[in-house]
Each structure stands twice: as structure tokens, then as C-alpha cells.
């Protein structure tokens, strides 16, 4: 018994000083607490967007396009698996998490406290920051202190609705930038918080909107600029370490800004 005590204790210390090395068998071998990689399908990094939202994920000619279709297909790439893509609604995207039928999503997330207490979140790739899109005659909507009491078309659970109703607006569902667009044209709601890439994208796929609506620019300060990142299980923590991997070297070697570049217009990888 005092043998096994005696033996525990230089166990202990050799983890506690030793850097988190332990004692297996007689031999002392590094603690692996970087947790375990789970996958939904061996070999295969299933990544679930919308793959409706341009120009982050969209179909073009029954294809999947977009920045983040060109940066999920390398993150995985530069993990050695292959990218399967698993296209679903945005209020399907975080629970698909919980439910593990992906392993990451893709698709305009921003990191929040709510967010971080029920997920993992790998490396921010963008900073996204938001516009108000409002009909060109709108002159009373011209900022965040505006929106008290107006309605507000907004994305169900996103970063834009909490928003909104962080300054007081009350809004409608809407899952995608076409419907909200036209909610607008409509007179059914009145603006909405949104990406300034993503509107920039939409008008220049529907220049004739270009005459109907308009989009603000709304200050930083009071809303700073979304962290844009991938979303996991809270349980992924391995995976969320190859991911965060693989950001950084696609970073480092600019392929992410040169992504932002091609899609946006602009470099959004900076604060």
C-alpha cells in the first residue's frame, strides 16, 4: 500500500512539473490534452452552410461557390481530408452541431457569448461588418439610435437580429438576403442590419435594386465588427485544434486575404 501511495505521488509531480508528462507502464510519455479529433465520416471534413447566402456560399450553374466554399475546401485540404458539403437552412446550421451531423460550419458565423458557452469556435477568418439596408426614400432610418420601434427583417438567431433588438427594433424572419431584400421593396419591413459584402454582392447581381434600396453604413463603435469563425461541438476540441492549424497557415500565407480580395472586393481579414 505505501509502495502504490509513494508511487502515485512521483506520478503527480512528474505531471504537475514535468509539463504534463505521465508515468504508463514504467515509461514516461507526454499527456495528450489537446482531446480527441471526431468525425462524422472517416477521412471526410462535413462542413454545413446555407449555400444560399452569395458571396459567402451560393450555386452557380448547380455548383457550390463562394469564400467560404473556396476556405472550407482548403482548411480541409491542409488537414488532410477530403471537403463534403452539407447544404442547410441557417436555424438547422447551429443545432446540426449539437445533433453532430457536421463536424464544422462554415457560414457567416459570429462568435458570441451565448454562442461560446454551448460550442467551440476555431480561429476568426473575418471581421464582417454591417450595413442598414433601407429604401432609397427612407431619410429616418440612418443609424443604430433609428431602428427603436421599427421593424426589421433579420436571419433568425443571428448576429444581425440580436442587434437589432439590442437597439430596440422589432423584426421579422428572414433566412435569406432575396427575401429580406424584398420584404423592403414590399414596405413590409422597413431596413435591416446585414453584411456590407453580402449587399454589395446582391447589387451587383440585381443592379436595377440599386434605385430601390440603399445601404448605410452604421459606425463601429457601436457595434464593433462581428468575429467571423468556424462553429463545433464543444466536445471537438482535437478537431477544433487542426482547424485552427490550418487557418493560421492559410493566413500566414495570404490565401485567405487573397480569398476576401476575390469575393468582397476588399480585404474583411483585418479588424
Known amino acids: ?17 514535468g509539463g504534463g508528462y505521465i508515468v504508463h507502464h514504467n515509461r514516461v510519455v507526454k499527456a495528450d490534452n489537446s482531446g480527441k479529433t471526431s468525425l462524422v465520416k472517416k477521412g471526410t471534413l462535413t462542413i454545413g452552410l446555407e449555400g444560399t447566402y452569395a458571396p459567402f456560399s451560393y450555386r452557380q450553374d448547380g455548383k457550390l461557390k463562394g469564400f467560404e466554399v473556396d476556405l472550407a ?9 477530403k471537403a463534403k458539403f452539407v447544404p442547410t437552412a441557417w436555424d438547422g446550421l447551429i443545432a446540426g452541431i449539437g445533433a453532430n451531423k457536421f463536424d464544422v460550419v462554415f457560414n457567416d458565423v459570429a462568435i458570441t457569448p451565448e454562442r461560446q458557452a454551448k460550442y467551440l469556435f476555431a480561429t476568426p477568418y473575418l471581421y ?54 424584398n ?16 449587399f454589395a454582392t446582391y447589387i451587383k447581381d440585381n443592379p436595377e435594386d440599386a434605385k430601390i434600396v440603399k445601404a448605410i453604413k452604421v459606425p463601429t463603435s457601436a457595434s464593433p465588427a462581428a468575429k467571423i469563425a468556424p462553429l463545433l461541438n464543444q466536445k471537438n476540441k ?11 497557415q492559410l493566413s500566414d500565407d ?18
Open 128 to 181: 464582417s461588418r454591417e450595413v442598414l439596408v433601407v429604401k432609397k426614400d427612407n431619410n429616418e432610418l440612418k443609424g443604430y439610435k433609428d431602428v427603436k420601434g421599427h421593424t426589421l427583417a433579420e436571419g433568425v438567431g443571428t448576429n444581425n437580429e440580436t442587434v437589432a433588438k439590442k437597439f430596440g427594433a422589432k423584426t421579422i424572419a428572414s433566412s435569406e438576403f432575396t427575401n429580406t431584400v
Open 1 to 17: 500500500m505505501k509502495k502504490n501511495w509513494i508511487y502515485g505521488l512521483i506520478v503527480a509531480v512528474i505531471v504537475v512539473i
Open 73 to 81: 475546401k482548403k482548411v480541409a485540404e491542409k488537414s488532410g481530408l
Open 238 to 248: 482535437g478537431l477544433q485544434k487542426q482547424v485552427n492549424q490550418a487557418i493560421k
Open 183 to 198: 420584404l423592403i421593396k414590399q414596405g413590409r419591413a422597413e431596413g435591416a442590419f446585414n453584411d456590407e459584402g453580402a
Open 254 to 271: 495570404g490565401t485567405i486575404k487573397k480569398l476576401s480580395v476575390q469575393y468582397f472586393g476588399s480585404d474583411l481579414t483585418q479588424k
